[in-house]
């Protein structure tokens, strides 16, 4: 099945910095690629997500960038802020046009710190 | 737009009794609903998947008669956790998905329900 690898596990930058949190994914047939940010006993909310058809997403501060060839996909986030602490997922899944019901493999997450 | 609630928020219980937990899609209809449970300092782990109308389908290890799901109409779902034991405290969160268009596969979250069994 899918295993979804996260690096690195904890990331601490200074205000200000870019941050940078990478994944690999082992499906090739994967197709959807979500980022997800969770706050201290909140749930995961959705910051981006970019589809196999592109290679390049961004809003705002946060980019996210897919290789399929090397099956990997990584997130940026530039200028970082305080209120950019928290944990952050990378997941993966196949899009399933039709019916199916695909389920997100979540990577084991990244804490960042961002000193003020 | 596309919010997930969850009731309660928080839990606690003894051990041996039942918690009935509830997800809720406010503003979309939510073909698939998915229960996932979170450890600390761990990763989302999918507990079940579960479509409106249909039996849940569950995940390798996850007891279908210890972890209730009901997925009764498009806005709802339930996940009861029957006979808990202090194991079976965690963060439980619950996501909802509605079905075609573009977002076909975006999941949105619940804020979570924190359980804890004495």
């Known amino acids: 099945g899918e295993n979804v690898e996260q690096h690195p596990s904890t990331l601490s930058v200074q205000e200000g910095d870019s941050a940078v949190i990478k994944c690999t994914y082992s499906d090739s047939a994967s197709n959807y690629f979500p980022w997800y940010k969770q706050e201290l006993g909140k749930g995961p909310q959705l910051i981006i997500d970019i589809r196999s058809n592109v290679g390049e997403k961004k809003d705002q501060r946060i980019a996210v960038t897919l290789n399929k060839t090397a099956k990997h996909f990584s997130l940026h986030i530039t200028e970082t802020q305080p209120e950019d602490s928290a944990v952050y997922f990378c997941?993966?899944?196949?899009?399933?046009?039709?019916?199916?019901?695909?389920?997100?493999?979540f990577g084991t997450g990244t804490l960042l710190a961002v000193q003020p | 737009g596309a919010v997930v609630s969850q009731h309660p928020s928080r839990v606690i219980c003894k051990s041996g009794t039942s918690v009935k937990i509830e997800c809720r899609s406010l503003d979309f209809q939510a073909t698939t609903m998915f229960w996932y449970r979170q450890f600390p300092k761990q990763s989302l782990m999918l507990m079940a998947t579960?479509?409106?109308?249909?039996?849940?389908?569950?995940e390798q290890g996850v007891e279908k008669d210890k972890f209730l799901i009901n997925h009764a109409s498009l806005t709802l779902s339930t996940l009861t956790v029957t006979s808990a034991h202090p194991e079976d405290s965690s963060f439980y969160i619950c996501?909802?998905?509605?079905?075609?268009?573009?977002?076909?596969?975006?999941?949105?979250f619940g804020p979570g329900t924190r359980l804890t069994v004495l």
């Open positions: 579960s479509n409106e109308g249909s039996k849940a389908t569950y």
């Open positions: 997941a993966a899944s196949k899009d399933g046009y039709g019916g199916a019901t695909n389920k997100l493999i």
């Open positions: 996501s909802a998905r509605a079905g075609g268009g573009s977002s076909y596969n975006e999941q949105f």
